[in-house]
């Protein structure tokens, strides 16, 4: 390994994240998905060899998904599975977009569920909470203002967790 250093063995667009690899049963219905409701890029995708999708990657603003096919020969060998079939997930994908009210609006018209409608949160960040067809919850965010941690704290005691702007 002589030679690697972490600058040249982590690409460019992985250097500073966790990536999340999400599973769904119609990857290709699942990509037109997050495309139309978020907007989401596809950078590339392998076919699996007896069909679907065993990986692809998108870009939803500036984040990188990986996602695929759990129905796959390769994932259901190596036990990969979706929400629906867990009974929910215990995960949620943020991401920060420049308009979390318009995101919001364009999601539900293709068919995401708002759990929390789009509103001004206590850490400074206009918040909506969606979960996408393959029972993935995502969180969206525009931030507002630079909160401290003192302020927050004191916005969560004072029992205003969800109006960053409310007065005391």
Known sequence: MSGRTADNVIPDRYRHSVIPHIMVDDAATAIDFY?????????????????????????????????GDASTD???????????????????LHVFVPDVDALAERAEAAGAEIVQPPKDMFHGDRTV????PSGH???FLTHLE??????????????????ATAGP
């Open 137 to 139: 919850l995502w969180v």
């Open 74 to 92: 390769e994932a259901e060998a190596s036990a990969f599975t979706t929400p629906g079939r867990l009974g929910g997930t215990t995960v949620t």
């Open 35 to 67: 495309r139309r409701a978020f907007g989401a890029r596809e950078e590339f995708r392998v076919d699996a060899p007896g069909g679907g999708i065993l990986h692809a990657e998108i870009a939803v603003g500036r984040s990188v998904l990986m996602l």
């Open 146 to 163: 630079d909160v401290s941690e003192e302020e927050l704290r004191h916005r969560l005691a004072a029992g205003r967790p969800h109006a």
């Open 129 to 132: 909470v969606l979960k996408d």
